[in-house]
């Protein structure tokens, strides 16, 4: 296995399988959520209950995650992963359903979007747990997380242009049975994996004794507690890129599905960029100034963001948001995966998720009330302002950062026991 190799995880089968299912579930995922946003804009004409579609989303992962931490510790992560997919797959099947037959309606929509929500609550801890598994040698671990979100964010550039081609030739509804369809693959490559048998940790543990263990640790060591508490400022302000998208595209671009669909996938471009370059990083030593480094570049982005009176010059300034953004996301998960202890990596993944996502929904309720009361451009230079505050704190705390983490780092061999 070349040690060097961008792509070195994917020589570990289990993760090369569940790689290339991924990137086609993916493309479907982001199709839906496009298809759905443009839909719910058409239906009401209102950035709010837009906001209110996502919130509903993304809050179970704010309410719910933090508890399936605990059962990700304990559980076949597997199995876990057989049934939100199945979960997810009839949630896409209902939704085109009611839209193909033009009987839709934006409260169906929301009832879904929550069930969605409380699926991808129980999914993600045990998706980002269940890399641990899928790769045989842990030095090749930063090198999967960064995979892991080329992948998504491949999906992101691909999958919104496709939306955007569909809906402007069929229907919304066309994309959700896509999405539908898009599943299968993913049970195929469950099914073909050969897992070593796992020791199920705290089996003889209660569930409020393991969430109570896990929220001590992560708030106690100072380097998990500042990390998660950063990426909840990225998610809150990143979110006003998505929540305004559609409105953006119709007000100050002029433009109609398709664009919005470029000007996601231009978001998913800056994505894919930052994920490919931390996949070229031979090592995490460094990645703390990557993090905030990343949420500073993507305030900048937000700041220029309504300014941008042509489509071109929009697109690259999401090239930026999307960089930013991913530099942020990734380059803490993979330094929360590289810290945290093994027997505490679903709980750890479970706020992690609940920073990322579940916080994402409160952002979209502020930024949609800030941009129905003082419009969209204070509210994304606000955004902005906030994300380069946060950038610079975290900056200026990396020196302490490095304290805790350069004795893990020496203990798993990242650093040699003299530096």
């Known amino acids: 296995m070349a040690s060097g190799s961008m792509i070195r995880s994917l020589a570990h089968r289990n993760f090369r399988l569940f790689f290339i299912a991924q990137v086609i579930s993916l493309c479907g995922s982001w199709m839906q959520q ?8 058409q ?3 209102s950035s709010f209950l837009l906001g209110t579609t996502l919130f509903l989303s993304q809050i179970p992962c704010l309410i719910v995650s933090p508890f399936v931490g605990p059962l990700t510790d304990r559980l076949d992560r597997r199995r876990i992963l057989y049934v939100t997919q199945a979960l997810a797959m009839g949630q896409a099947i209902v939704l085109a359903g009611l839209a193909l037959a033009g009987v839709v309606t934006v409260w169906e929509i929301m009832g879904l ?3 969605l929500g409380l699926t991808i609550a129980f999914d993600m801890p045990a998706r980002q747990a269940f890399l641990s598994e899928m790769i045989d040698d842990p030095g090749d671990l930063p090198n ?13 550039l691909i999958g919104p242009a496709l939306a955007g081609l569909l809906l402007a030739q069929t229907s919304a509804g066309v994309c959700f049975m896509l999405n539908a369809a898009s599943f299968i693959p993913v049970f195929f490559s469950l099914m073909a994996m050969h897992l070593p048998p796992r020791i199920l940790q705290n089996a003889g543990r209660t569930l409020r004794a393991g969430m109570d263990e896990g929220v001590h640790y992560a708030w106690h060591f100072p380097p998990l507690r500042n990390i998660l508490l950063l990426l909840c400022l990225g998610s809150i302000t990143g979110s006003a890129a998505s929540v305004f998208l559609p409105e953006y595209t119709v007000t100050f671009l002029h433009g109609d599905a398709h664009l919005l669909g470029w000007l996601a996938s231009a978001m998913g471009a800056g994505a894919v960029l930052a994920a490919l370059f931390l996949a070229s990083r031979r090592t995490v030593v460094g ?9 500073g570049i993507m305030g900048l982005g937000l700041l220029a963001m309504p300014f941008m009176s042509q489509a071109w010059t929009a697109l690259a300034v999401l090239v930026v948001v999307g960089f930013g953004l991913v530099i ?3 380059g803490g998960n993979t330094i929360i995966q590289t810290i945290a202890d093994e027997d505490k990596r679903g709980r750890i993944m479970g706020f992690y998720t609940m920073a990322i996502v579940g916080v994402a929904p409160l952002g979209n309720l502020l930024n949609g009330f800030l941009g129905s009361h003082i419009g969209l451009t204070s509210t994304f230079v606000a955004m902005g302002v906030l994300a380069i505050a946060g950038s610079i704190a975290f900056l200026l705390w990396i ?3 490095q304290e805790y983490v350069r004795p893990i780092y020496i203990r798993l061999k990242i650093l040699p026991p003299v530096a």
């Open 34 to 41: 496009i298809a759905m946003s443009w839909l719910v804009y």
């Open 287 to 295: 990645h703390g100034l990557w993090i905030g480094g990343g949420l």
């Open 43 to 45: 239906l009401t004409n």
């Open 113 to 115: 979007s929550l069930f």
């Open 399 to 401: 020196p302490r950062l």
């Open 144 to 156: 999967a997380i960064a995979m892991n979100a080329t992948m998504f964010n491949s999906a992101r």
């Open 328 to 330: 942020h996301i990734a």
